[in-house]
């Protein structure tokens, strides 16, 4: 293969969820390349998810005719508690039995390549910064809602990580002290309000409880099949069961943003992941929220916005990260 300049060595950054593994090929431009999708398999256990992780790797690598000496790096964005100074997922609720696994070290010794790990939303924090909807914006931050809530902090420019890498977990914050058990072990975590995971519930809860829905009629009266995306739908069809259940999901995720308001001051906070794509349905009452409830001059400078980059924020924030990391390591 052709040696490629110095300025123009990507990285291979992969997103690493609890579904599906993401295996990706990312410029320096935050351009996704080539893209390799496989299942994760999750409860299989780590290692046979770390082989398909290779798998995967070796696949894409292939296809692009590139050895791992081609690359800058490998970066990996994950979901879960991420200690990235040492390398180490320590907990992850979408990863069973991940308990202090070495992913970072266990990649680069197969590929001998610097390497590095990262919180998933923490990920899409700097991919929306560099490249999406927060491109140009130094204090922002990044909200994931999907099956579960994820965050990445932004601060003067840089990610803010915490004292051990764990900093961002704003769905585990608590929003009702007599609300649902979260499966983190807490009680009334934004999580278990405003999820994709909770608006699916709570529907199902009235439902089956005797309230009328189109829902039921969509899932062939299997209740229990009801998504957030289904509930979205019938919302857009004028469901009002459906309109509810969003706007409730929809004030709790305003008063999650009302804390992150009056807390950090932001200039903009982003949504995205499967959630946003409800868009104004779901954003519009979160903002009347804010707007009502946060400090008037932090409420009257934020800007609440859905992300860009849509599944790609998680592989291209890994690469951004991935050249931060480069680029610190040889200015020192």
């Known amino acids: 293969m052709q040696e490629i300049p110095q300025s123009e060595i990507p ?5 690493l969820g609890g579904t599906k593994i993401i295996t990706t090929i990312v410029s320096r431009q935050g351009q ?5 999708y496989c299942l994760t398999l999750a409860d299989e256990g780590p290692q046979p998810v770390i082989k398909r992780i290779f798998s995967s790797i070796d696949r894409l690598l292939s296809a692009q005719s590139m050895e791992p000496s081609h690359l800058e790096s490998i970066s990996m964005a994950a979901a879960g508690v991420i200690d990235s100074e040492r390398g180490l997922i320590t907990t992850s609720p979408n990863l069973p039995g991940w308990c202090n696994i070495p992913l970072r070290d266990t990649v680069k010794e197969k590929y001998r390549v610097a390497t590095f790990l990262i919180n998933d ?29 994820g965050g990445g902090i932004i601060i003067s420019g840089k990610l803010y990580s915490g ?3 764990s900093a961002g977990e704003i769905g ?9 058990r979260c499966s983190c072990g807490n009680i009334g975590c934004l999580e278990t309000l405003a999820s994709g995971t909770a608006v699916a519930r709570e529907a199902i809860r009235r439902i089956s409880h005797g ?46 943003m009302v804390n992150l308001v009056d807390i950090f001051n932001p200039e903009m906070i982003i949504v995205g992941g499967g959630m946003a794509k409800m868009g104004d349905r779901l954003l519009n009452p979160a903002r009347r929220v804010v707007m009502e409830r946060a400090f008037r001059l932090p409420a009257q400078a934020v800007r609440i916005v859905p ?9 291209i924030g890994a690469a951004v990260f991935a050249f931060q990391q480069s680029l610190t390591r040889r200015t020192r």
């Open 211 to 256: 309230e009328k829905s189109s829902l039921a009629g969509m899932v062939s009266g299997k209740i229990e099949d009801i998504t957030a995306e289904e509930v979205d739908i019938a919302a857009a069809g004028g469901d009002s069961l459906a309109r509810e259940v969003i706007l409730q999901a929809a004030t709790y995720l305003g008063v999650g």
């Open 163 to 165: 004292v051990c890498g």
């Open 307 to 315: 992300a860009q980059l849509g599944d790609d924020a998680g592989v």
């Open 121 to 149: 939303a923490s990920a899409a924090a700097l991919g929306e910064q560099h490249f999406g909807a927060g491109k140009g914006i130094k204090d922002l931050l990044y909200l994931t809602v999907s099956t579960g809530i």
């Open 11 to 15: 990285v291979l950054a992969i997103d």
């Open 172 to 180: 585990h914050t608590t929003i009702d002290v007599n609300g649902p």
């Open 32 to 36: 996704v390349v080539a893209k390799e």
